[in-house]
């Protein structure tokens, strides 16, 4: 599957993207991150309309829902999910009318969190891509952003396939 990603960048720069992807008719994940702030309602509803997932924080959420007025259950209902990450709490995936709450897979070790949002959208876009259902998707992502905590940096780190399945099978009791 071909599909694209609008993310923090310039605010001019991220409704070209979003405009591009629509007019291509090309699946897009909109994750707006820290560039949520320069954008109101209006601008943020028409996001989240051409997408077709959207990704966020817990607090992105927050203010997501309190800058479109629309409850995140009236969110996951325009896309076809709502990601929502919450820290150590897991994540929240709402897609079918249903809310899956995806567990974190244990760190053995913290020791940055900068970048663990980058991975756990790596993750997002690594199960969207191969057409992988929600619940393991989600523990593709959470696995990837535990695996990026482990480490000093943003994206230094690198881990084998053999060493992450094996990493997955111990997180989440079974084999991908």
């Known amino acids: 599957m071909k599909l694209g990603i609008v993310a923090p960048d310039g605010r001019d720069g991220m409704i070209a993207h979003a405009e591009q992807f629509a007019t291509a008719a090309l699946p897009f994940l909109f994750d707006p991150g820290q560039g949520l702030p320069m954008f109101g309602g209006e601008e943020l509803r028409a996001f989240i309309e051409r997408a077709a997932w959207v990704a966020v924080n817990d607090y992105e959420a927050s203010l997501l829902s309190e800058r479109t007025g629309w409850s995140l259950e009236q969110i996951a209902a325009k896309v076809r999910a709502l990601i929502v990450t919450r820290g150590a709490e897991g994540s929240w995936i709402f897609s079918d009318a249903k809310r899956l709450e995806i567990p974190v897979a244990e760190a053995a070790n913290i020791a940055d969190p900068t970048g663990c949002g980058d991975a756990y959208r790596a993750g997002l876009l690594y199960g969207l891509e ?3 259902d929600w619940p393991t998707t989600g523990r593709i992502a959470a696995l990837l952003a535990s695996i990026k905590i482990e480490h000093h ?8 396939l053999e060493e992450f399945h094996g990493r997955f099978r111990a997180a989440f009791g079974y084999a991908l």
């Open 153 to 160: 940096g943003t994206q230094h780190h690198r881990v084998g």
């Open 130 to 132: 191969r057409g992988l």
